[in-house]
């Protein structure tokens, strides 16, 4: 579901609005929040007189940009890369498109890992009984006492 770009203030106008209003309208918790401004995310938030923060529309759609990152398991950094990308309107979508297929890379060759991982626990529980007896392939392969193919007898 795309999420709107704008934000409405606290009075129901599009305008700049407090950290608990920006971080319903995004997603992101107010301390995310804040570690993303931390990290130059969002770049210079305005503060009232008093000192609180306040967030602009924009600001707001960035936070749900850099949400949507996270939720793609980008890395802080890829995901800093990409807000220059985005804010860069001459940008080459070859830069993008490379940051992109760099993190697919990395996802496949964690899937296969998991893969193996799954494959590796199923041989391990299908030769475990499970019954009362203490022998235990599972605690064997654990201390690196044996192979796949034991029998828990």
Not at 125 to 142: F, V, W
Request: hydrophobic content about 35%; proline content about 4%.
């Amino acid at each position: 579901m795309p999420l709107p770009t704008e934000s409405k203030g606290q009075n129901g106008n599009a305008g700049p609005i407090a950290i608990g209003e920006a971080a319903r309208q995004s997603g992101v918790s107010a301390k995310m929040l804040r570690h993303y401004e931390s990290l130059g995310l969002l770049g210079q938030v305005n503060r009232t007189d008093s000192g609180y923060r306040q967030y602009s529309p924009g600001d707001v759609h960035t936070l749900r940009f850099i949400k949507r990152g996270r939720d793609l398991g980008f890395s802080m950094a890829e995901i800093s890369e990409l807000v220059g990308l985005w804010h860069n309107r001459s940008r080459a979508s070859a830069s993008v498109k490379r940051i992109a297929q760099k993190h697919m890379d990395e996802l496949n060759t964690r899937m296969a890992a998991m893969q193996a991982m799954q494959r590796s626990l199923q041989d391990l529980l299908q030769n475990c009984h499970g019954d009362a007896r203490p022998d235990c392939p599972i605690l064997d392969d654990l201390a690196g006492k044996g192979s796949t193919g034991a029998n828990c007898h």
